[in-house]
């Protein structure tokens, strides 16, 4: 054995490794791309720092306008990355708010939230719960930001992510709806794309796909560490002893789930329970038949990713 090779004391395969020195590697979703003006759609983006002292930021989007006193619905985003990699300023999440913002005719705030393992949960909620607070402070034509004062509707305020981000707009939304956090912060709706859910006991097919499972079990415990029990009420909603969902403070849900995805399952378990709360808003689901975890950001053009955002996210805005 080579005792001067570093040795791994934790990794997510093909996702993150951890070394004893405490060096992390990041093995996917690394790369940069500035912000511009996309050719394609006409979307503009910009980098803008919203907490300096955590290094909190976020990239937004513009669509295009048809009116320079236009106002349009307003899209807090959490990208997706397990908690731990990736950002919006990737080519893969820079490239699908593009295609979102152009369809769905919103501004969007795609943020940057510190990550794990070198900031644990509950740094991720911590820190989007802060940017969102942000955001809502340009209200009534208040805030630093040019693009949200002149352009942004408060009153079609939504919530979205992808995966972990999914997770963490349902979190945000539970805490808007705790009159101790969310007073302030009215939003209209979330949108979870293939959330992040899980829990102690397999249901349904997760079971059927050892590998998956083990992956997932591992990764809660992995990112939280204070608290590494996969029934942990911020990663399983619908755990016995945690909060009801009838106060999530939001009036309407879409949940999207993919056929192939370990994670389908909990999608629909959330969908279900939330429908028999008692909480008075509107939920409806989608499923993608023969997809998995996250393929519309792997290959935007394929018809599947297209109906995604051009039949569905429009309608939900």
Same mark, same amino acid.
């Given at each position: 054995?080579?005792?001067?090779?570093?040795?791994?004391?934790?990794?997510?395969?093909?996702?993150?490794?951890?070394?004893?020195?405490?060096?992390?590697?990041?093995?996917?979703?690394?790369?940069?791309?500035?912000?511009?003006?996309?050719?394609?759609?006409?979307?503009?983006?910009?980098?803008?720092?919203?907490?300096?002292?955590?290094?909190?930021?976020?990239?937004?989007?513009?669509?295009?306008?048809?009116?320079?006193?236009?106002?349009?619905?307003?899209?807090?985003?959490?990208?997706?990355?397990?908690?731990?990699?990736?950002?919006?300023?990737?080519?893969?999440?820079?490239?699908?708010?593009?295609?979102?913002?152009?369809?769905?005719?919103?501004?969007?705030?795609?943020?940057?939230?510190?990550?794990?393992?070198?900031?644990?949960?509950?740094?991720?909620?911590?820190?989007?719960?802060?940017?969102?607070?942000?955001?809502?402070?340009?209200?009534?034509?208040?805030?630093?930001?040019?693009?949200?004062?002149?352009?942004?509707?408060? %009153?079609?305020?939504?919530?979205? !992510? $992808?995966?972990? /981000?999914?997770?963490?707009?349902?979190?945000?939304?539970?805490? =808007?709806? +705790?009159?101790?956090?969310?007073?302030?912060?009215?939003?209209?709706?979330?949108?979870?794309?293939?959330?992040?859910?899980?829990?102690?006991?397999?249901?349904?097919?997760?079971?059927?796909?050892?590998?998956?499972?083990?992956?997932?079990?591992?990764?809660?415990?992995?990112?939280?560490?204070?608290?590494?029990?996969?029934?942990?009420?911020?990663?399983?909603?619908?755990?016995?002893?945690?909060?009801?969902?009838?106060?999530?403070?939001?009036?309407?849900?879409?949940?999207?789930?993919?056929?192939?995805?370990?994670?389908?399952?909990?999608?629909?378990?959330?969908?279900?329970?939330?429908?028999?709360?008692?909480?008075?808003?509107?939920? %409806?689901?989608?499923?993608?038949? !023969? $997809?998995?975890? /996250?393929?519309?950001?792997?290959?935007?053009?394929?018809?599947? =990713?297209? +109906?995604?955002?051009?039949?569905?996210?429009?309608?939900?805005?």
């Amino acid at each position: 054995m080579d005792s001067s090779k570093p040795e791994v004391v934790t990794e997510i395969p093909g996702v993150i490794r951890v070394y004893k020195d405490g060096r992390v590697e990041r093995l996917i979703e690394t790369d940069f791309v500035p912000p511009s003006t996309d050719p394609q759609t006409g979307v503009s983006s910009k980098d803008i720092m919203i907490i300096p002292e955590s290094n909190v930021s976020a990239r937004l989007f513009l669509p295009k306008l048809t009116n320079p006193n236009q106002k349009l619905p307003l899209l807090v985003y959490f990208h997706g990355g397990a908690y731990c990699v990736s950002s919006p300023f990737t080519p893969k999440y820079s490239s699908y708010l593009n295609a979102l913002v152009a369809e769905a005719k919103v501004i969007a705030v795609s943020v940057n939230y510190r990550k794990a393992p070198e900031h644990p949960i509950p740094t991720a909620y911590e820190d989007s719960w802060a940017a969102l607070q942000w955001v809502v402070s340009h209200c009534n034509s208040q805030g630093p930001e040019a693009w949200l004062t002149d352009h942004a509707d408060f %009153e079609r305020l939504f919530l979205g !992510g $992808e995966s972990a /981000g999914a997770n963490i707009a349902h979190n945000l939304a539970t805490f =808007a709806g +705790d009159p101790k956090f969310g007073q302030n912060v009215q939003i209209l709706g979330i949108a979870l794309v293939h959330p992040h859910f899980w829990g102690s006991d397999p249901i349904g097919s997760e079971a059927l796909d050892p590998a998956r499972k083990a992956i997932l079990d591992r990764l809660w415990p992995f990112v939280c560490p204070s608290n590494p029990d996969n029934d942990d009420p911020r990663v399983n909603p619908v755990a016995t002893d945690g909060p009801s969902l009838v106060g999530l403070g939001c009036k309407r849900v879409l949940v999207c789930v993919a056929e192939k995805d370990v994670l389908r399952d909990r999608g629909w378990l959330y969908y279900e329970a939330l429908g028999r709360s008692g909480w008075t808003g509107v939920v %409806e689901i989608m499923e993608t038949e !023969g $997809e998995d975890h /996250g393929f519309h950001l792997s290959d935007l053009e394929c018809e599947k =990713a297209k +109906d995604l955002i051009n039949r569905d996210m429009p309608l939900f805005f």
